[in-house]
Nanobody, 125 residues
Framework: VQLQASGGGLVQAGGSLRLSCTASRRIDNYGMGWFRQAPGKEREFVAAINWSEGRAEYGDSVKGRFTISRGNAKNTVYLQMNSLKPEDTAIYYC????????????????????WGQGTLVTVSS
């Protein structure tokens, strides 16, 4: 499967962006996640969602500001990012969990085997 992340860009602090992750085929049997990596930093968990009931988990730094959701087309997930801060600046990656299990929602990047190419989000102060 190929994953295509899009929607990044330059935004002022306090603004919003919506990222999309579109897969080359259906992904509704897998948990999906968003991660980010800023220059010189480790890859960080942002959000994950399962397909069975849409249960989501978030990294501590984005709770209450970001929302992950599933698309109706069953090959897309979204990340709505509100109240953006300069520290949210990073390349954002979407990824598919390694197990074909609709109930999985996971924050460990090692559990994901397919990754998109990333989309850059820059938040200016």
């Amino acid at each position: 499967v190929q994953l295509q992340a899009s929607g990044g860009g330059l935004v002022q602090a306090g603004g919003s962006l919506r990222l999309s992750c579109t897969a080359s085929r259906r992904i509704d049997n897998y948990g999906m996640g968003w991660f980010r990596q800023a220059p010189g930093k480790e890859r960080e968990f942002v959000a994950a969602i399962n397909w069975s009931e849409g249960r989501a988990e978030y990294g501590d730094s984005v709770k209450g500001r970001f929302t992950i959701s599933r698309g109706n087309a069953k090959n897309t997930v979204y990340l709505q990012m509100n109240s953006l801060k300069p520290e949210d600046t990073a390349i954002y990656y979407c990824a598919r969990h390694m197990l074909a299990a609709r109930w999985i929602v996971a924050g460990n990047p090692r559990e994901y085997d397919y990754w998109g190419q990333g989309t850059l989000v820059t938040v200016s102060s």
